[in-house]
C-alpha cells in the first residue's frame, strides 16, 4: 500500500495538484478507498463566465458518455462532471504480475476563481464503487463548504469579524503598549506621505489558527485604524513606499508589494504582525496583531473570557 500511494503521489505532483487527500480503510468488514485531490489550472477565456463555459463544452466534448453540468453552488457557479474513469495499475504494482486496468468512480468540480485567471478543480475518486454513496455524500459537503473571498477581503474582514470590542484600557498595560509602538512604526515608514485617522481601536480577537480548530476564545489583541489621506500620492504608491520602508527597518514580509495588500511580521518571525490593505474608497486599513497567548502560553491580555470550541452545528 504504500509503494502504490507513493507512486500515485508522485503522478499528483506530475499532473499539478495543489492537495491530495488518501484514505483506505475497512468498511462493514471489506477494504474501501478513495482520493480527493484539489488542481489549480488557468482559465481558458477572459473572465470567470468565459472560464466557466469553455470548461463545460471542454468537457462534454472530451466525456461525451458522462453527466456534465452546470450547478449553482454556494461558491457560485461550477462545472460538475460524474462518470468513470479508468486506471492502470502498472504490472511491478500488480498481483498478477501484468498492468491491470481498473475501473473507478469520479466526480469533478471545476470552479473559476474571482482572479479570472485561474480554475479550481475538485476531484473525487474511488475503485470502491460499492460505498458510491458514502464517498459521494462526503464529497459533496466539501464542495458545498467551499467559500471564495479575494485577498482583499480576507485581510480587511477576517480579523475585526472575530474580534470582541472591548475598551483599550482593559488591554494589560504592556499588550496596548506594544500595539501603539508598532503603529508608530508605520507612521514613521510613511513618512509624511500620509494622516492616520483619529478613529483607531483596541480589541481582543481570534487568530486565524486558533480559529481553524474551532476555539473561540480571544488569545490576541489587535489595533485598527485608517490612514485617510496620502496628500500628493496615488495610495498605491504609498503602499509600495511602505513595503519598501518597513523591510528595511527589520519587518519580515509575508507577501509581494502589488498595491491592494501587505502583510508583515516582527522581525524575530513569532512576534506582533501587521496587515494593511487598500480599501475601495483609496484609505489604507491597518491592523497590528499581537501574537496569539495560546501558542506562547502567556495570559498576558489581562482579560477573563471563557470560551468553548465550536459546535458542529454552528
Excluded at 106 to 127: F, G, K, R, W
Excluded at 172 to 186: G, T
Aim: aromatic residues 6%; contains cysteine; proline residues 5%.
Amino acid at each position: 500500500m504504500y509503494v502504490l500511494l507513493a507512486h500515485a503521489i508522485d503522478e499528483l505532483r506530475s499532473a499539478g495538484a495543489v492537495y491530495a487527500g488518501m484514505c483506505a480503510m475497512s468498511r462493514g468488514g471489506r477494504p474501501t478507498m478513495a482520493t480527493v485531490v484539489a488542481y489549480l489550472m488557468p482559465a481558458m477565456g477572459n473572465n470567470a463566465t468565459e472560464a466557466l463555459h469553455e470548461a463545460f463544452s471542454g468537457l462534454q466534448e472530451a466525456y461525451p458518455e458522462d453527466d456534465v453540468r452546470i450547478a449553482d453552488l454556494p461558491c457560485g457557479q461550477g462545472v460538475v462532471r460524474i462518470g468513470d474513469s479508468v486506471f492502470e495499475l502498472p504490472e511491478d504494482m500488480s498481483p498478477i504480475g501484468e498492468a491491470v486496468d481498473i475501473p473507478r468512480g469520479q466526480i469533478q468540480v471545476y470552479v473559476p476563481l474571482p482572479n479570472d485567471a485561474e480554475i479550481l478543480t475538485l476531484e473525487l475518486s474511488t475503485p470502491s464503487m460499492e460505498d458510491w454513496d458514502f464517498y459521494s455524500e462526503m464529497f459533496a459537503g466539501i464542495v458545498k463548504s467551499l467559500r471564495l473571498r479575494t485577498v482583499e477581503e480576507v485581510r480587511s474582514d477576517i480579523t475585526i469579524a472575530q474580534a470582541v470590542m472591548i475598551p483599550a484600557a482593559k488591554l494589560k498595560a504592556e499588550v496596548r503598549q506594544a500595539l501603539h509602538f508598532h503603529s508608530s512604526r508605520i507612521l514613521d515608514a510613511l513618512e509624511g506621505r500620509g494622516t492616520a485617522s483619529q478613529d483607531s481601536r483596541a480589541m481582543a480577537a481570534v487568530c486565524l489558527e486558533c480559529l481553524s480548530v474551532g476555539l473561540e476564545i480571544p488569545c490576541c489583541a489587535v489595533h485598527r485604524w485608517c490612514i485617510e489621506e496620502t496628500p500628493g500620492h496615488d495610495p498605491s504608491e504609498v503602499m509600495t513606499g511602505l513595503n519598501g520602508r518597513l523591510q528595511a527597518g527589520g519587518w519580515i514580509s509575508l507577501t509581494e508589494a502589488r498595491g491592494a495588500g501587505l502583510m508583515f511580521m516582527e522581525e524575530s518571525g513569532f512576534g506582533h504582525r501587521v496587515d494593511m490593505a487598500l480599501r475601495a474608497d483609496r484609505k489604507i486599513t491597518v491592523e497590528v496583531t499581537s501574537p496569539c497567548v495560546q501558542r506562547s502560553g502567556e495570559a498576558q491580555l489581562g482579560l477573563t473570557w471563557f470560551g468553548r470550541r465550536r459546535s458542529s452545528a454552528s
